[in-house]
Nanobody, 127 residues
Framework: VQLQASGGGLVQAGGSLRLSCTASGGYSSNYVMAWFRQAPGKEREFVAA????????YYSDSVKGRFTISRDNAKNTVYLQMSSLKPEDTAVYYCAAGFRTTAQAMGIRPHDAVDAWGQGTLVTVSS
């Protein structure tokens, strides 16, 4: 499966932004989907994940209550709605897919759970 992320940009602190990630070369409904991010000078970190049928979601503590992950399997697309953005949310955001895994595992053991990475989309939050 190939993943294409979009929707990044420049936004002021307190604003909102929605990222999209479209899968091709396979059915996204077969995959657990997730978002990760990497800030300048830092390691890539988990943001959120969603199960195949969108029954369960899993978030990092740093975004819980502000970000919402969702998916539309008919469109092979996963979304990340980001609200109340902070300057520390500035990062390159990556979508990822895992085949034989769970949403929680994508957050806890990404090296084992992620089977495919998309290219990143840059989100910059100004103060």
């Amino acid at each position: 499966v190939q993943l294409q992320a979009s929707g990044g940009g420049l936004v002021q602190a307190g604003g909102s932004l929605r990222l999209s990630c479209t899968a091709s070369g396979g059915y996204s409904s077969n995959y657990v989907m997730a978002w990760f991010r990497q800030a300048p000078g830092k390691e890539r970190e988990f943001v959120a994940a969603i199960s195949r049928a969108a029954i369960s979601t899993y978030y990092s503590d740093s975004v819980k209550g502000r970000f919402t992950i969702s998916r539309d399997n008919a469109k092979n697309t996963v979304y990340l709605q980001m609200s109340s953005l902070k300057p520390e949310d500035t990062a390159v955001y990556y979508c990822a897919a895992g085949f034989r895994t769970t949403a929680q595992a994508m957050g806890i053991r990404p090296h084992d759970a992620v089977d495919a990475w998309g290219q990143g989309t840059l989100v910059t939050v100004s103060s």
